[in-house]
């Protein structure tokens, strides 16, 4: 079994930073891909950012040149440093993993990003 757990989130100002952390554990095969994913009140859920074991990343348009995501493979952690943040990035933040290989897909919790003046 995998569990994702997430760190972070908060509330911040307009123009502010914000960094979520995520930790896997169970049992995690080496390639996957581990990303974030946004859901605002009435919206669907979006991807914001993923990252390859092999390190390519993949931004949506919203947040390229705002947000970075990076991943530690030796202690299984994705992080997802936000920065310019908008009222528009207000949602709840997901951490997900996707082992390709056997097309399963994990999530964490969600954390709440809560951007407002």
């Known amino acids: 079994q995998v569990q994702l757990v997430e760190s972070g989130g908060g509330s911040v100002q307009p123009g502010g930073s914000l960094r979520l952390g995520c930790v896997a554990s169970?049992?995690?095969?080496?390639?996957?891909?581990m990303g974030w994913y946004r859901q605002a009140p009435g919206k669907q859920r979006e991807l914001v950012a993923s990252?390859?074991?092999?390190?390519?990343?993949n931004y949506a348009d919203s947040v390229k040149d705002r947000f970075t995501i990076s991943r530690d493979n030796a202690k299984n952690t994705v992080s997802l440093q936000m920065d310019s943040l908008k009222p528009e990035d207000t949602a709840v933040y997901y951490c997900?993993?996707?082992?390709?290989?056997?097309?399963?897909?994990?999530w964490g919790q969600g954390t709440q990003v809560t951007v407002s003046s």
């Open positions: 169970g049992s995690i095969f080496s390639l996957n891909v």
């Open positions: 990252i390859m074991s092999g390190g390519s990343t």
């Open positions: 997900n993993l996707h082992i390709a290989t056997f097309r399963k897909d994990y």
